[in-house]
């Protein structure tokens, strides 16, 4: 077992030793290119490529290959990243991103654009647009052009509901209500990107967003929601009226005060007078003595001070 342990630290060790080695070498890299010295590259792109310094070293790491494969800028809004609860990050390139990795290709050769005569108004608040429009990308070492077509219904994102504390939801545009033609053109250079050069593994803002709800759901179903168990509430003693009525006595120490009338005594206002229990009899007024019952009858028990049952009950508080 020890030995099995020992092992694993090694592993650990060895795996972190890695990452370290990675991070040194590829901040320098960027830090020479961007013209600056490591550690300021990395606090710097915590903050701008994540917008949020609680990341690992690893999800540093994975932007940095990425930010050096392509030559991306993440200072310029090239490049940044949402990090998934899997650990990993999801790289996201803005179409500035995607028109620079495309002309520093040796073999690109231009891009010419196509539209649908057919014009719609998707909703309410978008512009007028083509119904599709198709970018053709040529390049040097091919006879024929690729061809992508990209379709607004298809491609188009909603307004987006804004919630609030303490304040009524409202709607705001996004980029696709005020630019709506701009957008599908956008899309369809950046699928036609990927087609034309094989670019993987990086995805503009609204597949990025797509990406990361699946990855979430994927990570729920694997590893179950993020939700605390509730503890199984502690087991109550039955009620003295629902242990009566079901046989159980109780031991002595937590035996009740001497049993009273059922609570039905106080809602039946009926002309009856209340007896005492025969445990607490109380003493008679009159002090004569009662009359002797007949042969083979018990005696009644003793009638209770008026009043007495009432106020008990409402000290026992069982209303």
Same mark, same amino acid.
């Given at each position: ?28 890299? @960027? ?41 991306? =800028? ?10 998934? *609860? ?19 290709n040796p073999q690109y050769d231009g891009i010419e654009f196509r539209e649908s005569e057919n014009i719609i108004q998707i909703d309410e608040y978008a512009k007028n647009c083509p119904e ?10 091919? =006879? ?7 379709? @607004? ?9 804004? *919630? ?6 409202? #709607? ?24 034309? #050069? ?20 994927? #990570? ?15 087991? %109550? ?15 002595? =120490? ?19 007078? %209340? ?32 009043? *007495? ?9 069982? #209303?």
């Amino acid at each position: 077992m020890a030995e099995e342990q020992r092992t694993g630290d090694q592993q650990k060790t060895g795996a972190l030793t890695t990452v370290n080695k990675a991070t040194r070498s590829l901040s320098k890299t @960027l830090a020479d290119r961007f013209g600056t010295d490591p550690a300021h590259l990395i606090e710097a792109l915590k903050m701008v490529a994540f917008k949020n310094a609680s990341i690992t070293t690893p999800q540093l790491v994975g932007l940095m290959i990425v930010a050096d494969q392509y030559k991306l =800028n993440p200072f310029t809004r090239e490049l940044h990243a949402y990090p998934d *609860k899997q650990g990993g990050i999801v790289p996201i390139v803005g179409v500035d991103g995607w028109t620079r990795i495309m002309n520093e290709n040796p073999q690109y050769d231009g891009i010419e654009f196509r539209e649908s005569e057919n014009i719609i108004q998707i909703d309410e608040y978008a512009k007028n647009c083509p119904e599709w429009i198709e970018s053709v990308i040529y390049r040097k070492d091919r =006879n024929h052009p690729v061809v992508v077509r990209e379709y @607004l219904d298809e491609s188009y994102r909603k307004r987006i509901e804004v *919630k609030k504390p303490n304040q009524a939801p409202y #709607f705001v545009n996004t980029p696709w209500q005020t630019h709506t033609k701009r957008m599908l053109r956008n899309k369809a250079i950046i699928q036609g990107a990927r087609v034309a #050069f094989g670019y993987s593994g990086i995805y503009d803002a609204d597949e990025g967003r797509d990406v990361v709800k699946a990855r979430e759901a994927e #990570f729920e179903i694997v590893n179950g929601p993020d939700v605390v168990t509730p503890e199984a509430p502690e087991k %109550q003693p039955p009620a003295p009226a629902a242990a009566a009525a079901a046989g159980v006595r109780e031991p002595e =120490n937590l035996q009740q005060p001497p049993a009273q009338p059922p609570k039905q005594s106080r809602r039946k206002r009926s002309g009856k007078k %209340q007896q005492a229990p025969a445990a607490a009899p109380a003493e008679a007024p009159d002090p004569a003595p009662a009359a002797a019952p007949a042969a083979g009858e018990s005696a009644p028990p003793p009638l209770a001070e008026p009043g *007495k049952a009432a106020k008990e009950l409402d000290q026992l508080d069982l #209303f």
